[in-house]
């Protein structure tokens, strides 16, 4: 063979081997088609970050102070809970941490004078155009919701009035108010979706909602600020964090009772619980202290803890599990950690103050 041919047989070799090497490349970005949502409490909008390269690709403005966010099962649509409620500091706590409750005081007063009650509602995005389209009533001061298995009912926490509503979407009009404990927050529906799960941050209390006839079918007690749930994929087990003392609460998710309590590290003041998508882990978020617990769902032993941003509070996993997303309010951005390897990779700055996050599949 000629120098001249060996050359161009090399050459080519390469050539074949650069596209073999982008056949590879090209599955793992199809891999990673979803967006993260995220929603800023204090500048009214919600950022939308492309979960392939962790760019922000647009800011969507949807009313005042968006929190809690979830996307319908069809990927189409994503609702927002907005809030005419003024952020507030922290309230006063009692020797067990958990908040004291001033009733008819001229604080509570001067609150619901600024409250603008017109803004209080569910905000609609249409994921297809990027866009507000519109908002549904759903009672007083929402902070966190959930929706039916089927995605066609909202139910809320309406946390000044001690109730749960749902809400039915297509009617846009409320259908039930279940009465529950004091300062109601954190929702999710079960697996199965059979009933939902409120926990209720002054006392401690969780309810469990049937979602058939509406009624209150569990309740039961854990330690102070219970803040949200999350459970295995077969439903059996459910996770509560208490975080005035640090623990969260293992669930018996058929029985209504608590199985066992775990404490976390020094410091921890756990608030949004996840479960990972093969129910092997769980993860925590624990505000105050800046990280994440991980927590083995069957042995309950803690694995690690992961150093994120300051006071993270909602987390959300991708899809395929290999990456969780944390919101640092104080910090106005959003921790990407490497579930493989359980360290943050980078930061993304987003809006004023975010707060929750949700995982939105690409058009």
């Known amino acids: 063979?000629?120098?001249?041919?060996?050359?161009?047989?090399?050459?080519?070799?390469?050539?074949?081997?650069?596209?073999?090497?982008?056949?590879?490349?090209?599955?793992?970005?199809?891999?990673?088609?979803?967006?993260?949502?995220?929603?800023?409490?204090?500048?009214?909008?919600?950022?939308?970050?492309?979960?392939?390269?962790?760019?922000?690709?647009?800011?969507?403005?949807?009313?005042?102070?968006?929190?809690?966010?979830?996307?319908?099962?069809?990927?189409?649509?994503?609702?927002?809970?907005?809030?005419?409620?003024?952020?507030?500091?922290?309230?006063?706590?009692?020797?067990?941490?958990?908040?004291?409750?001033?009733?008819?005081?001229?604080?509570?007063?001067?609150?619901?004078?600024?409250?603008?009650?017109?803004?209080?509602?569910?905000?609609?995005?249409?994921?297809?155009?990027?866009?507000?389209?519109?908002?549904?009533?759903?009672?007083?001061?929402?902070?966190?919701?959930?929706?039916?298995?089927?995605?066609?009912?909202?139910?809320?926490?309406?946390?000044?009035?001690?109730?749960?509503?749902?809400?039915?979407?297509?009617?846009?009009?409320?259908?039930?108010?279940?009465?529950?404990?004091?300062?109601?927050?954190?929702?999710?529906?079960?697996?199965?979706?059979?009933?939902?799960?409120?926990?209720?941050?002054?006392?401690?209390?969780?309810?469990?909602?049937?979602?058939?006839?509406?009624?209150t079918v569990g309740h039961f007690k854990v330690e102070g600020r219970p803040r949200s749930v999350d459970f295995t994929p077969d439903g059996s087990v459910g996770f509560v964090p208490s975080e005035s003392v640090g623990q969260i609460n293992v669930i018996d998710a058929v029985a209504y009772k608590v199985l066992k309590t775990l404490t976390l590290p020094t410091g921890s003041r756990p608030m949004r619980v996840r479960v990972a998508p093969d129910g092997k882990k769980v993860y925590v978020s624990n505000g105050r202290a800046g990280t994440i617990s991980v927590i083995d769902s069957h042995s309950y032993a803690l694995l690690d803890t992961i150093k994120v941003g300051p006071r993270p509070w909602g987390i959300v996993i991708s899809p395929d599990g290999k990456f969780l997303y944390s919101a640092n309010g104080p910090s106005n951005d959003i921790s990407v950690v490497d579930l493989a390897t359980n360290t943050e990779v980078t930061r993304v700055k987003v809006g004023s103050s975010p707060w929750g996050l949700v995982i939105v599949p690409k058009t």
Do not use: W
Request: glycine share 10%.
């Open 1 to 215: 063979m000629f120098v001249g041919d060996r050359i161009a047989l090399i050459l080519a070799l390469q050539a074949l081997g650069a596209v073999g090497l982008a056949c590879v490349a090209h599955p793992a970005k199809a891999a990673a088609a979803y967006q993260v949502y995220v929603t800023n409490e204090k500048s009214g909008d919600v950022t939308v970050i492309d979960g392939g390269n962790n760019s922000v690709v647009g800011t969507i403005a949807v009313g005042k102070r968006p929190r809690g966010i979830h996307v319908s099962p069809d990927g189409k649509t994503v609702y927002i809970a907005v809030s005419g409620t003024p952020v507030s500091g922290p309230p006063e706590l009692d020797a067990h941490g958990n908040p004291m409750l001033k009733k008819n005081s001229k604080a509570d007063d001067e609150d619901d004078e600024g409250a603008d009650k017109a803004a209080d509602g569910i905000a609609v995005v249409d994921v297809a155009t990027s866009k507000f389209s519109k908002k549904i009533a759903a009672g007083s001061d929402p902070e966190e919701f959930a929706l039916s298995k089927n995605g066609a009912l909202i139910f809320i926490s309406n946390e000044d009035t001690k109730s749960a509503t749902v809400i039915n979407i297509a009617a846009q009009k409320i259908e039930h108010i279940i009465p529950v404990g004091q300062e109601p927050e954190g929702v999710t529906t079960t697996p199965d979706g059979k009933s939902f799960y409120v926990t209720c941050e002054a006392g401690g209390d969780v309810f469990v909602v049937d979602t058939t006839k509406y009624g």
